[in-house]
C-alpha cells in the first residue's frame, strides 16, 4: 500500500489536533452512524414513519450485502415532533452526543430550517428526504457560505407549485381559486403559485387561508365559488386538505382539485372518503409495481411491515433513495469525514438505482436538489389509494426518468 | 342571501361546539368561581375513549359510557386539582392544578392512544340536507341539536332535583347555602363531575367533524374560554349567545373581510366586551363587599 506523503502529514496534523485520535482508531470497525429524524407522531407522522420505514429497509439492505467500507449502517432514530425547537434539540443531539456522520430526515419546512443550521455549522451532510420548502437548499447557499452541507431529494415547491399551475392550464381552467394553510409550508407555497401565476400573466381569482386544525371551509369555498372559480389549487397537508373536499361536499359545489403533494397522505385518504376521489397531486413515486426494481421494494416494505399499502408512499420512496444516495457518497468518499462526504455527493461518480429514479450525479456544487420537475408526476387519489393521474404517465411507468442536464 | 345563510348556518354549527366546551366552564365558576383549565384535555379524552368503545357498542351506545366517564374524570379534576386550593384560599392555586392535571391528561392519552391524529367513525350519513338552498350536514345538526339537548338536560337537573337546588343555592351564596345545611363542598364536586362530562359529550359530538387526538381540544377550548367571557361566566344562556356570535362572527368575517382575518373579530369583541362589560354580555354585575 502506498501512502503519500501529503495523507500521512494530514493524519499526522489530525493526531496532534485532536489528541484522541488513537481512541477513533480504535472504533473503526464500528458501525456508521446516521442519523434519521422526522415525526413519527402527530399529525405528519404518517409522512415521518413511511419515510423512516423506508430508510431503515434501505440500511438493513446495505448491511446485509456487507455494509459500507466494511462497516455496518446504524441508524439513529430521533423523533422532532414536528417542532421545530425539537428538532434544533435533535440535531444538536445527533451531532454532539451520538457523533452521526450524517443525518437524513425532516418532513416539515419549519424544523429544517430550525435544526440544518447545527450541521452546516459542524460541517456535517444533512439530506432533506421530504420536506419541501424551497429556502431549504438554499439556506446556506454561496456566495454567503463557502460550502453547503443541505441536500435534498425531494421534489421542491416551486418545483411543485409550476407544476400545479401548469397542470391547471392544461385542463383548460381559467379561474384559479388559491387556497392555502397558515404555516410556513403553505404560505411559501402560495407565494410560489402565485408567482408562477404571475409569470404566465395571471392573477388568482380568489386567495384564501385557512389554519391547522379548522373544521370548517365554508368561508374560504363559498368566496371561491362567488369569484367564479373553476379550479382550487390547495396548499396544505392532508387534514384540511380533507376538509376542503368535504366541505365542498357539503356546499354542493364541486370543482376539480389540484393539491400539493401531502394530499397522498393516509390521513387525507382516510378524512375525505369518497370526496377525495378525483383530487390530483405531484408525486416522485406512486405505488405501482411495473418496475423490478420499485416492485421488489414495495414487496420488502410490505413484508417487512405488515402492511398493505405504505401509508404515504412518496415519502417511504425517498426515505428509501435517500440512504443508498448517502451510503454512495461515504463508499466514494473512503471517509466518514464530513467535508469528504459533501465533495463525493456533490460529484457522485457511480449510478445510484433508487426507486424514484436512477441516479445520474444528482448533486453539483451548485444545484443540492436531486428530483428535476420531469421526474415528477401526477397522481390521482382513487378509491382510497394513490394512482397514475394520466394515462401516457402510467403506460411510461417503465422508464425511469433520469434528470434533466439543464434544470433547477 | 343565501350566502348569508349559509355561512350563518356553518357558523352556528362551529358556534355551538364553543358553546358545548364553554357551558362547562360556567357550570363550575357558578358554584365555586374556578375552571377547569384542562376542560381541553377532557374533551379530547371523552372523545379517545369514545372512540375506543365504538367498535363494540356502536355510536349511540357509546354515548351514556362516555358521560359516565366525564362524570368520574371530573370529580377527579376537583379532588386533585381544585379542593386543596380552595382549602387553603388560594387565590389562584385550581389554576396551576388545573393547568398541570391537564398536561399529565393530554401525556396519558398520548401514551394510551398514541401521538396520531385518528379519524372517528360518523354515525350519520356524510351527504347534506338543502333547506331553502342552506346545505347543512347531518353531522353539524347533530352537533347542533346534541349540545342544546345536553344544555337543557343540565338545566332541568338543577331547577328540579334536589342536588340541582343545592348547586344554585351554592352560586347564589356560597356561605349561606352552608348554613343551610348543604354540603357545599360536595356541589362543588358535582358541578365539575358535570362540567367534565359535558366536555366528554362535546368530544364524542365534534370528532366525527374533527380527527380525535390527545391535542383536538387545545383551539376549541381557547376560542371557548372567550366565548365563556363574552357571554358571561355566570349564565348558561350567555354561553349559547356567546358562541353563536363567535361562530358566526368567524364565517362572516372570512368570507366578507378576509379569511386571514378569521379569528381577529372574536378577539376585538372579547377586549370591547372585557373592556365595557367585564362580568360580560349576560353576566350578572357583582359588588364584592370588602
Redesign the interface.
Same mark, same amino acid.
Given at each position: 500500500m502506498i501512502v503519500t506523503k501529503r495523507a500521512l502529514v494530514g493524519a499526522l496534523l489530525c493526531a496532534t489536533a485532536l489528541g484522541v485520535a488513537p481512541f477513533h482508531a480504535a472504533f473503526a470497525a464500528d458501525a456508521i452512524k446516521i442519523g434519521l429524524t422526522g415525526p413519527y407522531t402527530g399529525g405528519s407522522s404518517s409522512m415521518g414513519v413511511s419515510m423512516r420505514d423506508g430508510a431503515k429497509l434501505a440500511a438493513a439492505e446495505i448491511n446485509k450485502n456487507g455494509g459500507v467500507l466494511g462497516r455496518q449502517i446504524q441508524l439513529v432514530e430521533r423523533d422532532d415532533e414536528a417542532k421545530n425547537e425539537v428538532g434544533a434539540q435533535v440535531a444538536q443531539e445527533l451531532i454532539n452526543k451520538e457523533k452521526v456522520v450524517a443525518t437524513v430526515g425532516f418532513i416539515n419546512t419549519g424544523v429544517a430550517l430550525a435544526a440544518q443550521r447545527f450541521y452546516q455549522e459542524a460541517e456535517i451532510p444533512v439530506f432533506n428526504n421530504v420536506a419541501t420548502g424551497t429556502v431549504i437548499t438554499e439556506q446556506f447557499k454561496a456566495p454567503d457560505y463557502d460550502n453547503n452541507y443541505v441536500f435534498r431529494n425531494s421534489a421542491y415547491d416551486v418545483l411543485q407549485a409550476g407544476m400545479m399551475v401548469d397542470e391547471a392550464l392544461r385542463q383548460g381552467f381559467k379561474k384559479i381559486a388559491v387556497l392555502a394553510d397558515s404555516t410556513n409550508y403553505g404560505q411559501l407555497g402560495r407565494e410560489d403559485i402565485e408567482k408562477q401565476l404571475a409569470a404566465k400573466k395571471m392573477k388568482a381569482v380568489a386567495v384564501e387561508k385557512f389554519n391547522i386544525k379548522d373544521v370548517d371551509m365554508t368561508a374560504q369555498l363559498l368566496k371561491s365559488k362567488e369569484a367564479g372559480a373553476d379550479v382550487i389549487l390547495a396548499y396544505g397537508i392532508g387534514p384540511e386538505l380533507a376538509q376542503i373536499t368535504n366541505g365542498m361536499a357539503k356546499l354542493g359545489w364541486k370543482v376539480p382539485m389540484i393539491a400539493s403533494w401531502p394530499a397522498s397522505m393516509q390521513s387525507f385518504i382516510d378524512i375525505a372518503g369518497t370526496n377525495g376521489n378525483g383530487v390530483v397531486m405531484p408525486q416522485t413515486f406512486i405505488e405501482d409495481k411495473s418496475v423490478p426494481k420499485r416492485a421488489a421494494f414495495l414487496d420488502d416494505y410490505y413484508k417487512a411491515y405488515g402492511v398493505s399499502k405504505i401509508p404515504t408512499p412518496v415519502a417511504g420512496a425517498q426515505g428509501y433513495d435517500s440512504i443508498y444516495l448517502i451510503a454512495a457518497a461515504i463508499k466514494q468518499a473512503g471517509s466518514t469525514d464530513g467535508p469528504k462526504i459533501r465533495a463525493a455527493l456533490e460529484n457522485l461518480n457511480t449510478k445510484v438505482e433508487g426507486v424514484v429514479t436512477t441516479y445520474d450525479h444528482p448533486f453539483t456544487d451548485k444545484d443540492h436538489n436531486a428530483i428535476s420537475r420531469n421526474m415528477v408526476v401526477f397522481g390521482k387519489v382513487q378509491d382510497g389509494k394513490i394512482v397514475y393521474a394520466n394515462p401516457d404517465d402510467a403506460k411510461n411507468a417503465s422508464t425511469v426518468r433520469v434528470k434533466e442536464k439543464s434544470s433547477n | 342571501m343565501t350566502?348569508f345563510l349559509?355561512?350563518v348556518a356553518?357558523?352556528v *354549527? !362551529?358556534g355551538m361546539?364553543y358553546a358545548a366546551i364553554a357551558f362547562g366552564y360556567q357550570l363550575t365558576f357558578a358554584t365555586s368561581k374556578t375552571l377547569n383549565f384542562g376542560q381541553g384535555e377532557a374533551l379530547a379524552v371523552g372523545a379517545l375513549f369514545g372512540l375506543t368503545l365504538v367498535p363494540f357498542t356502536g355510536y349511540w351506545l357509546m354515548i351514556p359510557l362516555v358521560l359516565v366517564f366525564g362524570f368520574g374524570l371530573g370529580a377527579v379534576v376537583e379532588r386533585l386539582a381544585v379542593r386543596p386550593a380552595i382549602a387553603i384560599k388560594s387565590e389562584y392555586g385550581w389554576i396551576m392544578a388545573t393547568i398541570a392535571l391537564g398536561i399529565i391528561f393530554k401525556n396519558v392519552a @398520548?401514551n394510551i392512544w398514541? %401521538?396520531?391524529?385518528l379519524?372517528f367513525p360518523s354515525p350519520l350519513p356524510? *351527504?347534506?340536507i @338543502?333547506i331553502g338552498g342552506v %346545505?347543512?350536514?347531518p353531522m353539524e345538526m347533530l352537533i347542533v341539536g346534541g349540545a342544546l339537548l345536553m344544555m337543557l338536560a343540565v338545566e332541568i337537573f338543577n331547577r328540579k332535583s334536589i342536588w340541582g337546588k343545592a348547586v344554585v343555592a351554592t352560586s347564589n351564596d356560597i356561605d349561606a347555602a352552608g348554613l343551610m345545611g348543604i354540603n357545599t363542598k360536595r356541589v362543588i364536586t358535582l358541578s365539575y363531575s358535570i362540567s367534565a362530562m359535558t366536555a366528554a359529550f362535546a368530544g364524542v359530538l !365534534?370528532a366525527p !367533524? =374533527?380527527?380525535t387526538?390527545a =391535542?383536538?381540544g387545545s !383551539?376549541l377550548a381557547l376560542k371557548a374560554f372567550a366565548v365563556a367571557i363574552i357571554g358571561g361566566l355566570e349564565s348558561g344562556l350567555g354561553v349559547i349567545v356567546g358562541g353563536l356570535i363567535l361562530g358566526v362572527a @368567524?364565517?362572516? =368575517?372570512?368570507?366578507y373581510i378576509?379569511?386571514?382575518y378569521?379569528?381577529v373579530p372574536g378577539l376585538i369583541l372579547l377586549l370591547v366586551v372585557l373592556s365595557i362589560r367585564p362580568v360580560g354580555l349576560f353576566g350578572k354585575a357583582v359588588i364584592k363587599k370588602v
Open positions: - | 350566502i349559509q355561512l356553518s357558523g *354549527a !362551529v361546539i @398520548e398514541g %401521538r396520531d391524529d379519524p356524510d *351527504a347534506p @338543502e %346545505r347543512i350536514l !365534534v !367533524v =374533527t380527527l387526538g =391535542t383536538m !383551539v @368567524e364565517t362572516l =368575517t372570512g368570507f378576509s379569511t386571514g378569521k379569528d
